[in-house]
């Protein structure tokens, strides 16, 4: 089973009835790019670049993170590449900073928020993200959007450093897609709209769960709210594939529910056609949709819509699983 996993890397993920998905990685730097090309990922789908400003005393300078995101986008040979911007706060901290204490901080300050209430910290980001996208295929994905117009003035920041180091004659790749990460329960519920603004949608059913289900994802004592499989998370998913796809643009997962060969079958049927995990779970992820069909998991996403609770999806998913 191993050697025959080992054998998957170098093929496409592809189902039994011909149907292509992109089964991606998801990295914190540099030293996760061996494993994903191992694992033989179709790319990189959420490099959380905030531990490239984490355990240090001072904010990485444009040039260390240049060199971090040149080194990744060169390593993955022109595989994709979705680059996350800075998503501090939360539960990460940046001591450094020295930010005022919030007492609900997953509802504070964190993300995109700090990013545009801290223009210096984001556009240094930028900038070292531009620099290096001739390295590879880089997209660029924004954390924790809200609302419109956090996203048009992240991208009207990006405009300005493009045109900026454009006129300083550096070249930029004229094909960095821009997108955002759905995470909140109003991005999803208003996703059609967003959709006209973006490359692609990136889910966060981390982040997505926690708010949908009003509970903290660091809390022991309300973990049974965290439920991937609830009609509601299953819902708001499905809305935010369909409205991608009315706009021809295309719908990721990033989230720990992205690489659970349980929801695989189910994430397809509802539509998702890029999921990004462990670099672990990319060979089984690929084997167990070798194994899969188009009629079947549209059947399945079909029948388990029409469910009520976490605990009966789960059951009929297990039921028909074939992990
Ligand atoms: C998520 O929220 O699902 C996600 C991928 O981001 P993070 O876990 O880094 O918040
Ligand atoms: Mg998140």
């Known amino acids: 089973r191993v050697a025959e996993l080992k054998r998957l890397a170098a093929e496409p993920s592809v189902s039994a ?6 089964l991606a990685a998801n990295i914190g730097g540099v030293e996760d790019v061996a494993k994903a090309m191992e694992n033989g990922a179709d790319g990189v789908g959420l490099f959380r670049t905030e531990f490239l400003y984490m355990g240090r ?8 993170q240049y060199e971090t995101y040149r080194h990744v986008l060169d390593k993955m040979k022109g595989k994709r590449v979705v680059i996350r911007t800075l998503d501090i706060g939360g539960d990460k901290e940046l001591p450094y900073l020295s930010l005022p204490k919030e007492s609900n901080p997953f509802l504070g300050l964190r993300a995109v928020r700090f990013c545009l209430s801290r223009e210096d910290v984001f556009r240094t980001q930028l900038r070292a993200l531009l620099r ?4 590879g295929k880089l997209n660029i994905m924004f954390p924790m959007i809200a609302v419109a117009g956090e996203l048009r003035q992240a991208k009207t920041i990006l405009g300005e450093e493009r045109a900026k180091l454009e006129s300083e004659g550096v070249p930029i790749a004229a094909d960095i897609e821009v997108g955002i990460m759905i995470e909140i329960p109003a991005a999803a519920l208003n996703a059609d ?9 990136s889910i966060g059913t981390n982040d997505l769960i926690q708010y949908t289900m ?4 660091m809390n022991d004592a309300v973990a049974y709210l965290y439920q991937p499989y609830h009609p509601s998370i299953l819902r708001l998913v499905r809305m935010v594939i369909r409205a991608a796809a009315r706009e021809g643009k295309w719908t990721g997962m990033c989230g720990e529910m992205a690489g659970d ?7 397809l049927g509802l539509g998702l056609g890029e999921f990004s995990m462990s670099a672990s779970s990319v060979l089984p992820a690929r084997e167990l949709i070798g194994r899969l069909s188009k009629e079947e998991w549209s059947k399945l996403a079909e029948e388990a ?3 009520g609770t976490q605990e009966e999806v789960k059951q009929f998913v297990e039921q028909r699983s074939h992990a």
């Open 261 to 267: 060969l349980t929801a695989i079958p189910l994430l």
């Open 17 to 22: 009835d011909g149907v292509h998905v992109e």
């Open 193 to 201: 709209y967003l959709a006209k603004e973006v490359d692609f949608f």
């Open 214 to 217: 009003a509970a903290d994802r």
């Open 132 to 135: 290096a996208s001739t390295a």
């Open 57 to 64: 005393n001072s904010l990485p300078t444009e040039e260390e």
């Open 305 to 307: 819509l029409q469910l």
